[in-house]
């Protein structure tokens, strides 16, 4: 079991108690907005275990995220090796957060953990993010951990229709330019 502390957050294992806040967010239409259709309670609660399953088999994975000082659980963060198909290979960051804890810091807390956690626990050289083109927060938290993008590299996700969650963008960062804020 792997945990992870920041000043306010911990990354841990996922609980049964989360499966409730869990299924909320990803029927939060405004949570969901670039990541495509809500998810049903069922959808929700599969995520959930294949997550923890990642976790256990690989030792990273997506964390459950909880605030330290209440214990509330506020979505997730974590690591996951790129889906086939995609047009460049490597392990991604990523981060869902329930609309409770935007504008708190949170993801880019969390995000920063994840990438010392990737380089300096998993030996990883480079670390991917992708969101779509549309998604401008999560594109923030990007520039904020230190992530750069070029946009000869942006493409249209393969596993998604025509419309506007399809063109992507990539960002990247490598261990040998890890922030330490």
Known sequence: MVEIETERLILRDWRDSDLSPWAAMNADPEVR??????????????????????????????????VRDTGQFVGFAGLDVVDEGMPFTGVEAGWRL???????????????????????KVGLTEILAVTTKANLRSQAVMRRIGMTTDPGEDFDDP???????????????????????
Do not use: I
């Open 33 to 66: 907005e670039h990541l495509g259709p809500l998810l049903t309670p069922e959808q929700a609660a599969g995520s959930m275990r294949s997550f923890q399953e990642d976790l256990d088999r690989n030792g990273f994975g997506f964390w459950a995220v909880e």
């Open 98 to 120: 329930s609309r409770s804890a935007w504008g708190h810091g949170y993801a880019t807390e969390a995000a920063l953990a994840v990438l010392r956690y990737g380089f300096d």
């Open 159 to 181: 596993d998604v229709d025509e419309g506007p969650l399809r063109r992507c963008v990539l960002y990247r960062k490598r261990a040998d330019v890890v922030s330490q804020t």
